[in-house]
Antibody, heavy 119, light 111 residues
Framework: EVQLVQSGAEVKKPGESLKISCQAS????????IAWVRQMPGKGLEWMGI????????KYSPSLQGQVTISADRSISTVYLQWNSLKASDTAMYYC????????????WGQGTLVTVSS | QSVLTQPPSVSGAPGQRVTISCTGS?????????IHWYQHLPGTAPKLLIY???NRPSGVPDRFSGSKSGTSVSLAISGLQAEDEAEYYC???????????FGGGTKLTVL
């Protein structure tokens, strides 16, 4: 069974750094893209970026470029989303989701990681 | 403001049929990009409902159907059930933005 399991909820202060994870299982990790999707409180889904673990090719949403870093560790089939300096506006639920190279849809999705940034 | 536009809400009684529209532009739907639909229940992971405009993944009931005609796309849900109450999102790829884009979501209420 293909599964994406995300790390647990985080509570951080503005200015702190954070790295959340998404561990894949049940398929060849290097052959599928993994995307990060954000849902801010009361808002809809927003694509943030995507990485291909096979060659670490990474693309970011133009609106989020430079604000986050997406990386992958093939040895443990895990993709990361990282912030160097969190802001209150980063408070959101974050989902990872898999994408086949020949498709433009996402399936399956991780269970989500709630990030709360508050002083 | 989302790149893809959906109605904020729709509602229907059990057993009825509802449709949810998704409007894009010449850089996504109009450019030939396929539309995909997701069902999102509170506290759960979004679930792929329809891919490639009209295809259902294994396990999705045939009560759910997708259609695309020109730049008009929609999701239809027939035989409404209480368990269908959820947020529904359309999604595509925008060639001008070089980005995957979502609609703002439509809240389905089963009366």
């Amino acid at each position: 069974e293909v599964q994406l399991v995300q790390s647990g909820a985080e509570v951080k202060k503005p200015g702190e750094s954070l790295k959340i994870s998404c561990q894949a299982s049940g398929y060849t990790f290097s052959k599928y893209w993994i995307a990060w999707v954000r849902q801010m409180p009361g808002k809809g889904l927003e694509w943030m970026g995507i990485i291909y673990p096979g060659d670490l090719d990474t693309k970011y949403s133009p609106s989020l470029q430079g604000q986050v870093t997406i990386s992958a560790d093939r040895s443990i089939s895990t993709v990361y989303l990282q912030w160097n300096s969190l802001k209150a506006s980063d408070t959101a639920m974050y989902y990872c989701a898999r994408r086949r190279p020949d498709s433009n849809w996402f399936d399956p999705w991780g269970q989500g990681t709630l990030v709360t940034v508050s002083s | 403001q989302s790149v893809l536009t959906q109605p904020p809400s729709v509602s229907g009684a059990p057993g009825q049929r509802v449709t949810i529209s998704c409007t894009g532009s010449s850089s996504n739907i109009g450019a030939g990009s396929d539309i995909h639909w997701y069902q999102h229940l509170p506290g759960t992971a979004p679930k792929l409902l329809i891919y490639g405009n009209r295809n259902r993944p294994s396990g999705v009931p045939d009560r759910f159907s997708g259609s695309k005609s020109g730049t008009s796309v929609s999701l239809a849900i027939s035989g409404l059930q209480a368990e269908d109450e959820a947020e529904y999102y359309c999604q595509s790829y925008d060639i001008s933005l070089s980005a995957w884009v979502f609609g703002g979501g439509t809240k389905l209420t089963v009366l």
